[in-house]
């Protein structure tokens, strides 16, 4: 498995944002998401897991970059969650790019909920 490098690309941009709060503790919380987005050993997709910063990358695809930040706080832990692309073209994405877009805000939806069931 290879490791995503930590800054993001130049020429990256931003294709949705969202953020949830889970009344878990913050390495509880780290280690569920790590497990559920860790493409496995021979992937083809980068993947990054830093514990101590409390964030996990993971990159493919040709365009697809997606970034969860884990803020703690006192009852729990903020999920901050970046989408990007990467590829760095002009004009409209191709439109299987889109529907990754289109279904960001439902994913992430699903993937908190998931994420509460198990943890809170």
């Known amino acids: 498995m290879a490791e995503s490098l930590r800054p993001r690309p130049v020429?990256?941009?931003v294709v949705f944002q969202s953020s949830a709060h889970l009344r878990v503790r913050p390495q509880k919380l780290f280690e569920s998401i790590r497990r559920?987005?860790?493409p496995?050993?021979?992937?083809?997709?980068?993947?990054?897991?830093?514990?101590?910063?409390l964030r996990v990358i993971t990159q493919g695809g040709g365009w697809y970059r997606a970034e969860y930040q884990l803020v703690p706080d006192e009852t729990g832990c903020l999920i901050e969650?970046?989408?990007l692309d990467t590829s760095r073209r002009v004009g409209d994405p191709?439109?299987?790019v889109q529907k990754v877009i289109e279904d960001a805000p439902e994913s992430f939806?699903?993937?908190?909920?998931?994420l509460k069931a198990e943890l809170e």
Do not use: K, M
């Not at 496995?40 to 910063?53: I, K, R, V």
């Not at 939806?109 to 998931?114: G, N, R, S, W, Y």
């Open 81 to 83: 969650h970046a989408l």
């Open 36 to 38: 559920r987005l860790n």
């Open 11 to 13: 020429g990256s941009q």
């Open 40 to 53: 496995g050993e021979n992937a083809a997709s980068l993947f990054h897991a830093d514990p101590a910063g």
């Open 109 to 114: 939806d699903q993937l908190v909920e998931v």
């Open 94 to 96: 191709p439109r299987s």
